[in-house]
């Protein structure tokens, strides 16, 4: 329960970050980090636990017949990650708080802030796939919130629009992959997956399966060639990229790396294709870094390489290049969140982020240039800091890799290269915006220090840069042992966190790198002028005019397959049927099967051959649309006597309860259309039509003959074995719709309410004329509601009533039911307005029909928790016999009372359509008809 309160209690805080921000700017950020802290609380709890080496697991079954449950999982991964969610996220809130203007919505702000942090904590701490992948999901859709944030601002939304369209397909991809790996595995709990490492590795899908999860993984962790979209993200508030683009949502990919390394590693294909794409973003973000004139922009692209630096040693494929990746991990996220702080307090005070003009800030910000200064040599990987220890691990794992064989030189060689750009752009970073002359025409001049409380964040992180820098054994290393070896999925190889390792390889690739870079950034003047007269490639217009043609060509297809034609519909889906049943019957030798042919006697070859008639006749009929719908009536009728002649006394309950209901809505709805159409099809049309019916009648007759001289099993014989037993019931009909397959009826009540408010939606306020003449001029009768009408429907109401309550009560045990019973107390009720009209009949029968039916759904729900309550599945009924004075021995079951959640929703929503339908025919006059 622990567990997964950690990962509910930012979306509860959702609500208290709303409620906040009605008592200020300071209570908003105050109500939006309780939930944050304690989960933190929550989450230390465990830390001897998984410290130790212990997994905890906490599963509750939902769907497993699916393997879908929900699963938390809390190991040494899962930890390192939350910490930095929780962690930085707190940060962030108080950051955030000063960060934001008076005038913008802080509450909205938060809200999607702790919406995002949920989400990530479901993914780092999940242990069903399924689940992970809906709140891996979840979280591009709360980044695109937060991206777009500044809704009135173009980038924002472009750039929003193009960060979910590319995680959202990569996420789509990496679900395929998911279900792949379920599938050879068996399950999707990670326990099992993880364990099944050589199984996944050998099977014939491993390929397949491996590509579609890198695609999601690449995706979200900005990797080549999908790297485009992290950039324009930066049109996002500085917090959002302080906190997603830095620490979480871009890690939420090589945390996958890192979760799924022990099943899916091991493999030459792992090897080439996650540590070259590594290494290929490792290199275009490290150049590209150094090119960037907004800092933002900037951090950005470092950003890109720094996570192809992680993926590269995951790629590596070592237990050492693990340990090394987990490690870059932390010291990335700690270094560059107070980065992109630093520069929002940049932004912040000076109202540019161009490198160009912001110059000379040291002597108007001190303390932040310090902290910001510190911060950039970790990133560039000065000693004594956290980033020079990853650094000089992966320097070290690079020199080990031998699987390009002869050009095994290279892995290193590029790492090398990256280094000097990495140090190039982290002295841009700090000689052009803190030295290099003035500040050059800054909107807000001059610059000063933030408020006092906005730099916390910063000095916070940058001390943890210092700390993990200095004394590393002190600091990080139980909780890398604990994060890498969950990661690895066994024991720890031999490493050493010391500063210093004495004079090797490592240390003269690093003091390249150093000495590199600063001639680099020496060279930068000729090298921007050339970067200058490159081709201007704008990835974003690239991107939406991409998606344009997409949409173009979406539209086409639309045009063609969807032009608003229903009779186009219904032939793409006949011609489709069509070819299906040829399919499906052509490997048959012959289509009779060895089961004799039941007799038909005279009475109900009589019986189909009206059916067939009438139907027949309501298609020559269907232009007079009186007479047709009278016909359709008959053909209804016929249906309900073959359900009867078959022993389906039910089916013909409802049916007729259906036919009368029908009827009724088509005689409103008639009311209001002409009563002839002309004709509008052209003869070779009709032929075409005619071909097509015809077509589809005979296979489907025939497929029908195949499969009924066929022998199969049937379920039936199952319900017909437990409804006494399992449901207490003897109309195994009843049973299965209120026990069996309770859960499917609760579905279909609940479409039922939704479909009726709806529809009474689209009908409420909408008045429409009454036509006056008919087809053939003659004037309506003045009489809208006769007498003979009135006094019959008077007799009729409580017989119907009692008729209902009849068939409602004695449904579980004979044909009847609360669907039917709802049905006859509609069809009763509506008569009324029929025979009186609409103000006549509400003002006497003053119901809410959108609350009966709220109720009935309502009532059928708490049915179903009520077994939860008690221990059983959602909706298991229970029964039992007891004796009654004056009456006897009765069964009472719980069914009985979804039943009647079934009574209602169907009484509600028939009267809701159909008495709203009376409501158009009353036009301005308020003259009545119905």
């Not at 190039?424 to 052009?432: E, G, P, V």
């Not at 195994?732 to 009474?760: K, Q, S």
Request: with cysteine.
């Amino acid at each position: 329960m622990t567990l997964a309160m950690i990962i509910a209690l930012p979306f509860i805080g959702i609500f208290m970050a709303l409620l906040g921000e009605r008592f200020g700017r300071s209570a908003c950020a105050v109500a939006t980090a309780i939930a944050p802290v304690i989960a933190l609380y929550l989450l230390f709890t465990n830390y001897e636990a998984v410290f130790a080496g212990q997994t905890l697991i906490s599963t509750y079954s939902w769907l497993p017949a699916l393997g879908l449950n929900l699963s938390v999982r809390l190991d040494g991964l899962g930890f390192l990650f939350a910490l930095l969610i929780l962690g930085i996220g707190l940060l962030v809130v108080l950051y955030a708080r000063y960060y934001l203007s008076a005038k913008e919505p802080m509450g909205r702000f938060f809200s999607y802030l702790l919406l995002f942090m949920g989400a990530m904590l479901g993914v780092v701490l999940s242990e069903n796939l399924l689940q992970l992948v809906m709140f891996w999901e979840l979280t591009s859709l709360a980044s695109f919130l937060l991206i777009g944030f500044w809704s009135h601002r173009s980038d924002a939304r472009r750039g929003a629009r193009m960060s979910l369209t590319v995680t959202g397909g990569g996420g789509l991809a990496m679900l395929a992959g998911i279900l792949l790996i379920g599938h050879i595995v068996g399950s999707f709990e990670l326990t099992q997956v993880l364990a099944s490492g050589d199984l996944i590795t050998n099977h014939a899908l491993y390929p397949l399966a491996l590509v579609l999860v890198l695609l999601g993984v690449f995706t979200k962790s900005a990797q080549f060639p999908f790297h485009f979209w992290l950039p324009h993200a930066m049109a996002a508030p500085t917090p959002v990229s302080a906190y997603l683009h830095s620490a979480t949502m871009v890690k939420a990919g090589v945390f996958l790396l890192a979760r799924l390394y022990p099943a899916l590693s091991g493999s030459d294909l792992w090897f080439y294709l996650v540590s070259l794409t590594g290494l290929t973003t490792l290199l275009v973000g490290a150049a590209m870094a150094l090119f960037q004139h907004d800092l933002k922009g900037l951090l950005a692209y470092s950003t890109i390489s720094h996570l192809g630096l992680i993926t590269l040693l995951f790629g590596l494929d070592t237990q050492l290049s693990t340990v090394a990746a987990v490690f870059h991990i932390i010291n990335h996220a700690t270094f560059k969140a107070s980065l992109f702080m630093a520069a929002g307090i940049i932004d912040h005070e000076t109202g540019s982020r161009d490198m160009r003009r912001i110059n000379g800030l040291w002597k108007y910000m001190p303390h932040t240039g310090l902290l910001a200064m510190v911060a950039a040599s970790a990133m560039a990987g000065v000693p004594l800091l956290n980033g020079f220890l990853s650094k000089e691990m992966f320097f070290s794992e690079t020199l080990n890799a031998q699987l390009l064989g002869s050009f095994h030189w290279v892995i290193p060689a590029v790492a090398t290269v990256a280094g000097v750009f990495a140090v190039a752009y982290s002295l841009r970073f700090i000689h052009d915006v803190f030295f290099n002359g003035e500040p050059i025409d800054l909107p807000k001049y001059p610059p000063h220090e933030p408020p006092r409380y906005m730099k916390v964040p910063v000095e916070i992180l940058v001390t943890v840069c210092l700390l993990v820098g200095i004394v590393p054994a002190y600091t990080v290393a139980p909780l890398l042992a604990a994060s890498a070896s969950s990661a690895l999925g066994g024991q720890l190889p031999e490493y050493s966190l010391a500063i210093w390792h004495g004079f090797n390889l490592p240390l003269l690739m690093s003091f390249v790198a150093l000495i590199g870079g600063i001639l680099l950034y020496a060279c930068r003047k000729p090298l921007f002028s050339w970067y200058e007269g490159l081709p201007t490639i704008s990835a974003i217009d690239l991107f939406e005019q991409a998606m344009r043609s997409v949409q173009a060509f979406a539209r086409s297809v639309t045009g063609l397959l969807e032009n608003g034609s229903q009779q186009r519909y219904l032939l793409w889906m006949l011609c489709s049927a069509l070819v299906l049943v040829v399919v499906a019957l052509e490997p048959l030798e012959t289509l009779q099967g060895t089961l004799p042919l039941t007799p038909v006697d005279a009475l109900t070859a009589l019986g189909f051959a009206v059916l067939c008639l009438t139907s027949v006749l309501t298609v020559v009929y269907h232009r007079e649309r009186l007479i047709s719908l009278m016909i359709v009536g008959g053909a209804g009728l016929m249906v309900v006597l073959a359900f009867a002649r078959y022993s389906a006394p039910d089916l013909a309950l409802t049916q007729v309860s259906v036919e009368v209901v029908t009827i009724i809505l088509l005689m409103l709805v008639l009311y209001f259309m002409p009563d002839r159409t002309p004709p509008e099809s052209s003869s070779a049309r009709v032929l075409r039509d005619l071909l097509v019916a015809l077509g589809v009648g005979t296979l489907i007759a025939l497929l029908t003959f195949a499969v009924l001289t066929r022998p199969y099993d049937s379920i039936a014989s199952f319900f017909m074995q437990n409804s006494i037993s399992g449901g207490g019931g003897a109309n195994v009909v009843n049973v299965i719709l209120v026990d069996f397959r309770g859960f499917d009826t609760m579905g279909e009540i609940t479409v039922l309410a939704i479909a009726a408010v709806g529809i009474y939606a689209l009908l409420h306020g909408l008045h429409l004329p009454h036509p006056e003449r008919d087809a053939f001029g003659r004037l309506w009768s003045t009489d809208s509601h006769p007498m003979i009408l009135d006094k019959l429907s008077r007799l009729l109401l409580p017989m119907a009533l009692l008729v209902s309550a009849f068939i409602f009560i004695r449904g579980h045990n004979l044909p009847g039911g609360g669907f039917i019973a709802g049905l006859i107390t509609a069809i009763a009720l509506i008569l009324q307005y029929i025979s009186h009209g609409v103000t006549w009949t509400q003002t006497r029968q003053p119901l809410s029909y959108h609350a009966i039916a709220g109720w009935g759904v309502m009532l059928a729900g708490l049915t179903g928790l009520g077994s939860w309550a008690f221990g059983y599945p959602f909706l298991t009924t229970s029964f039992g016999h007891f004796d009654i004075p004056l009456i006897g021995e009765i069964e009472l079951a719980t069914a009985l009372l979804f039943d009647l959640g079934v009574y209602l929703a169907v009484v509600g929503a028939t009267l809701l359509i159909l008495s709203n339908l009376g409501h158009v025919s009353q036009d301005e006059s308020s003259k009545e008809v119905l």
